[in-house]
């Protein structure tokens, strides 16, 4: 990521998306990795299924709501689950990108428990566990799903 801030920032300088929630999602929205990883679950679905959607009278949008999306589920679910696990424990980005505090993220406030010589170790215990509850609720709410796509993506049936 350090080797990408200064292209990123220019790119969201550029697109007027500096100090904007728009700066801590896009990046990790668009990446190569997601892509990728799309990419090969779309060649895993076989073309079997789209063929006899369009012989029994779906156009491509249609095609695309009903048996890709579907499909595809499990995939988005898992790369959504990774996304937002890399954002949520994110320092990099939201220390660039961002000044306003509003925008601070769960490491940017947890990192202000911390003073150069001291911490107040208990604070930041306490910090950190509540932190790592919606992490933990998100993995239990889409475990099925985790688990269906990272078995499933990427193979040819």
Known sequence: MPLLAVPLFTVLKWGRAIDTYGALIWPTA?????????????????????EAAALDGANRWQILRYVVLPALRPTLAVLALFAFLAEWNDLFKPLVFTTRPEL?????????????YT??????????????????ALF??????????????????
């Open 30 to 50: 668009v990446s190569g990795y997601g892509v990728f990883w799309v990419r090969q679950a779309v060649q895993s679905i076989p073309l079997a299924l789209e």
């Open 119 to 136: 911490a107040d170790w208990s604070l930041l215990m306490a910090a950190v566990t509540i932190a790592t509850l919606p992490a933990i």
């Open 140 to 157: 239990l709410v889409a475990q099925s799903q985790l688990v269906k796509g990272l078995t499933t993506s990427g193979l040819k049936t």
């Open 104 to 116: 601070q993220t769960v490491q940017l406030v947890l990192s202000s428990f911390q003073e150069q």
